[in-house]
């Protein structure tokens, strides 16, 4: 079963991750700070990180550049309601390898998981 790592301070965006991602048997961990999504970064294997730009703790952009200076190949995609150029930009400038605005069609999520996780095929060796 792949892993999904989904870091969002938004609970009914994670639930939705979660119903969305569970209709192809993806699991999905949930941390609704960036502390929290770090730990479970560093202490468990995922196939893919799905964050979001905006946490309550911190912007998902930091949270994204460290898992990035880990060297690790796993995949990463932010999903935001921020959806100018500039944002997109950034998050691809922070180590995205997908930007998806909310509201998220659930069947554009299905796909860019599905494409980045077979692509990708997830975090070799862990972090």
């Given at each position: 079963?792949?892993?999904?790592?989904?870091?969002?301070?938004?609970?009914?965006?994670?639930?939705?991750?979660?119903?969305?991602?569970?209709?192809?048997?993806?699991?999905?961990?949930?941390?609704?700070?960036?502390?929290?999504?770090?730990?479970?970064?560093?202490?468990?294997?995922?196939?893919?990180?799905?964050?979001?730009?905006?946490?309550?703790?911190?912007?998902?952009?930091?949270?994204?550049?460290?898992?990035?200076?880990?060297?690790?190949?796993?995949?990463?995609?932010?999903?935001?309601?921020?959806?100018?150029?500039?944002?997109?930009?950034?998050?691809?400038?922070?180590?995205?390898?997908?930007?998806?605005?909310?509201?998220?069609?659930?069947?554009?999520?299905?796909a860019t998981v599905r494409h980045l996780v077979a692509d990708?095929?997830?975090?070799?060796?862990?972090?």
């Open positions: 079963m792949k892993r999904v790592l989904c870091v969002d301070s938004h609970a009914d965006s994670c639930e939705l991750v979660a119903t969305v991602l569970g209709w192809e048997n993806y699991e999905v961990a949930v941390c609704r700070t960036a502390a929290g999504g770090w730990e479970r970064a560093c202490s468990e294997r995922f196939d893919l990180y799905l964050i979001d730009t905006r946490l309550d703790d911190a912007l998902g952009l930091e949270l994204a550049r460290r898992l990035r200076a880990l060297g690790a190949g796993t995949p990463l995609v932010f999903h935001s309601a921020e959806a100018f150029p500039g944002d997109i930009e950034q998050g691809i400038g922070a180590g995205a390898r997908a930007y998806i605005t909310k509201p998220r069609d659930p069947e554009q999520l299905l990708g095929d997830g975090c070799q060796g862990g972090i």
